[in-house]
């Protein structure tokens, strides 16, 4: 085998001909430029703008630029980098840049442009005759790599205009030629007897499968890591092509070889840009999709089995909220190492965002497969967790579907595990449920009614309705309770039974809540002005409102705002409230109110879990006795204790749902303070108020 140097051009000074042949050359690829389909330009080496490509045109990228106009004011390259672009031009060397435009709605893109010098070995010794501009759209990282990686299969040769080793095969004489122009490289693309030496061992099968495919004249690019003994890891892509002779059989093979090695790097920093979770390091949800395709596409064309299983961190806002940012990172990327122990390698476990997991099992023989893993990572989450001297546990809710019959869409595998989420998370949380077809229709028709509140949220369709709080002894009206109500356009005035789903959601839950509180306000300042004595309104009060911290200064500085004495507002707080999660919050917020002058009402007494100890924890002034124990007959011994419990620890005590006089005669012999119920008045709008307000009693 014979190794040829290339002959090149040198031993004479650049004149003024040699300037003309420069930019006679450069308009020539000027030429090519402006036929080429992807966003291109071309430089003489004056920095003179020759041709640009019609996508370069199309794109609107660096508009000022004007053929035969300046690069540098023409906005092509920013002021520190016109110092690069004129080495490049003068001396080859190549630089690259990030280059933002607005597009025609006025929304920002980033480009990549790459500037290569163009330099031919018969001109000047290698001088420079013009920069070659390629730009890639990097604004949305998935898309743009992957149309770049399109674009430069069908046109790789056109993009390697610079620092491109020729190699030439003699497949007659077996000589190879070189062009000289890229030593270091060079020194590796030599072989002994085979073309594919070159290739590192782990790329070489996937080059000879790809040379085996190749037709007699067609150009293959190759990218592969060379073969080096040296250890240091180089990436080349090679555009190789097959030529025949005068007798129709092969004569040659000329491969062009680019060292791309920092632009393999940085495609595959931007791939982990857009396929991977920064914080955690697993898949986001753009890969995560892509595997879910490829198990629906297995599924349907193999009868492989598959599960899909979502996941929820519990109370996450909450504990972000009281520990802290960096407590909700520490336990997101301690889930991911749980997850990632819990399941096979090869499953694909997800981030989607937020505390949103998601794993992809494929390969599965039955439920047992899926329901194996998920008891594993459930024990894992029972371990505490350690973070800034603090230990602290973590619970989750799991939904988890199976696709296993052929006859059935995979394609609503991600809506069935979404649904028995949703149902683990309405059974209390901290559990996994498998999905059944039975869940669907009931958790559509609750999701329904969702978006059928926010839509009356957005309408001002919700208002409140007020009952009297009657004193038994004085006969008189004690003060009201604001009931919410929705004013439905088709279906009238419905109860909070009717959208009682709304409250368990913790977003529209603050809205209605929020709401309630404003209403209420308004309407005792309205009273107060038309000097309506209704003594006091009761407003309810949701878990979701206490997780802010600030519930107490909040309802204080509302107060103020509305010129509404404390002594005016009751607000009422179920058993479950107190005692459920961050009840230190609510007691802490409670007693702020009362010290403020707000009187705090126990609501729905005997039907939570708090216990007689738990009462003196909190400063309770009235205790509301529910009315599932005022109407039935059997529990006139529970109505009684809770009478005495309530005097002997100083409350009031309020009975609920007194509907006639039966009721009320007992209730007053047993003690009972105050009543409400439709014995003395139903739920009343706001202008029925004063009336009713003259009228009792009479």
Known sequence: MKIHALAVQTGFEVDAEARLQARTRARALGAFVREIPFAAALLDRDLALVA???????????????????????????????????????????????????DDQGVQRIWRT?????????????????????????????????????????????????????????????EVYFSGTAPELQKWCTFQDDPLEVA????????ADLVATRKVGEARVFEFKLNRDDGVETWVRSVGKVFVGADGKPEKLVNLFKDITDRRRHTEAIETLAFRDPLTGLPNRALFQHRFQEAVTASETLGEMFGLIMIDVDHFKDINDSLGHDAGDALLKRL????????????????????EFAVILRGLHGEADMTRPISKLQDLLRRPIEHGGRSFTASASIG???????????????????????????????????????????????????????????????????????????????????????EHPEQGILTPARFMAAFEDQDLSLKLGDMAFETALRQMRNWLDQGVDFGR?????????????????????????WNVPCERLTIEVTENVYMGWGSDLVSDTVRQLHEAGVMIALDDFGTGYASLANLRQFPIDRLKIDKSFVQNAEDEAIVRAVITLGTSMGMKVVAEGVEDAEQLAALARYGCDQVQGYHFGRPMPADEVPGFLRGFGG
């Open 52 to 102: 640009v490509s019609p996508e370069w045109d199309a794109q609107g990228i660096a508009p000022k630029l004007v053929v035969e106009g300046d690069a540098v004011t023409g906005g092509l390259v920013a002021s520190e980098d016109v110092e690069a672009l004129r080495t490049c031009a003068q001396e080859g060397v190549a630089f690259s840049r990030y280059l933002p435009t607005l």
């Open 114 to 174: 790459e500037f290569s010098a163009c330099r031919d070995g018969e001109f000047q010794d290698g001088e420079t005759y013009a920069v070659m501009i390629t730009a890639r759209d990097v604004t949305g990282y998935a898309d743009s790599v992957l149309r770049a990686e399109r674009d430069q299969q069908r046109l790789r040769m056109a993009l390697e205009l610079d620092d491109l080793l020729v190699r030439e095969y003699d497949l007659r004489t077996k």
């Open 200 to 207: 590192h061992p782990d790329d070489r099968q996937r080059c």
């Open 336 to 355: 991911a190492g749980m997850l990632q122990h819990a399941f096979r390698s090869n499953d694909t476990v997800a981030r989607l965002g937020g505390d």
């Open 400 to 486: 988890a579907a199976l696709h296993g019959d052929p006859d059935a869409d995979p394609a609503h595998m991600i809506k069935n595990a979404d649904i028995a989420l949703y149902r683990a998370k309405e059974a209390g949380r901290n559990r996994s449920i498998v999905f059944e077809p039975s869940m669907r229709s009931e958790v559509e028709q609750r999701l329904e009614l969702l978006r059928d509140v926010r839509a009356a949220v957005a309408e001002n369709e919700f208002t409140l309705f007020y009952q009297p709080v009657v004193d038994i002894r004085e006969h008189k009206v004690a003060g009201f309770e604001a009931l919410m109500r929705w």
């Open 537 to 561: 309104v009761a407003v309810n009060i949701s878990s979701s409102q206490f997780r802010s911290g600030r519930l107490a200064q909040e309802i204080q500085e509302r107060l103020a705002r």
